[in-house]
């Protein structure tokens, strides 16, 4: 099975850098992704990395380093908007191509004035 | 505009009642989930779908039922015999040639089971 591990909260102050990690323990990995869902909203994709090193998407990046079974999602310039919960998620292949996500509990981060 | 649908947004039912949760997509996505998220807790997957008339369990599937007769559609059914049914239910889709792997979500569905 797959389990992951990230901080339950995380609070930055407004234009700062935020970085939230992520560990993960998968029989198959194929890739890492991160996803931002605002409060009684819909998650929405962020990024994904298959091989290690950065992925850099304006101010957000995210970094992977599959020998060590982690990564991280950097934000950086934070805005009030950022504030929201953060996710990251690995891919499973069962071995029949289903290319399941299996997410993690989740980083709720408060961005403050 | 493409997207994903779900209705409706808040649901509540009594207790004992089966009760169907919509989910439509007009992006020409093969692959269909359905998670279950509950207060603080990350996303759950109930069932999943790559093609019209199959579907798989995900890591929580008992007390629900799924069917996928179009490919735009995929509805969840909560039967009576989910003993916990109050949550956030979210359906997602997907591409499977997708270059990143990524799922597009609904907008969700609050249900509460009185």
């Known amino acids: 099975g797959q389990s992951l591990e990230q901080p339950s909260e995380v609070t930055a102050v407004e234009g700062a850098i935020v970085q939230i990690n992520c560990t993960y323990q998968t029989s198959g990995f194929y890739g890492l992704s991160w996803y931002q869902q605002h409060d009684g909203g819909a998650p929405t994709f962020l990024s994904y990395?298959?091989?290690?090193g950065l992925e850099e998407t304006g101010r957000f990046s995210s970094f992977l380093s599959r020998s060590d079974s982690y990564g991280y999602l950097l934000l950086q310039e934070l805005q009030m908007k950022d504030s929201a919960s953060y996710f990251c998620?690995?891919?499973?292949?069962?071995?029949?191509?289903?290319?399941?996500?299996?997410f993690g509990k989740g980083t709720k981060l408060s961005v403050i004035p | 505009d493409g997207g994903i649908t779900q209705s409706p947004k808040y649901l509540f039912r009594k207790e004992g009642q089966n009760v169907t949760l919509s989910c439509e997509q007009n992006?020409?996505?093969?692959?269909m989930y359905w998670y279950r998220q509950d207060p603080g807790q990350g996303l759950r997957l109930i069932y999943y779908s790559q093609i019209v008339n199959d579907f798989q369990k995900g890591d929580i599937a008992e007390g629900y039922s799924v069917s996928r007769e179009k490919k735009e559609s995929f509805p969840l059914t909560v039967t009576s015999a989910q003993k916990n049914p109050t949550a956030f239910y979210l359906c997602?889709?997907?591409?499977?040639?997708?270059?990143?792997?990524?799922?597009?979500f609904g907008p969700g569905t609050r249900l509460t089971v009185l």
């Open positions: 992006l020409n996505h093969d692959a």
């Open positions: 990395n298959a091989l290690d």
């Open positions: 997602a889709s997907r591409e499977l040639a997708g270059k990143y792997n990524e799922q597009f």
């Open positions: 998620a690995v891919r499973d292949d069962s071995g029949a191509g289903s290319y399941q996500l299996t």
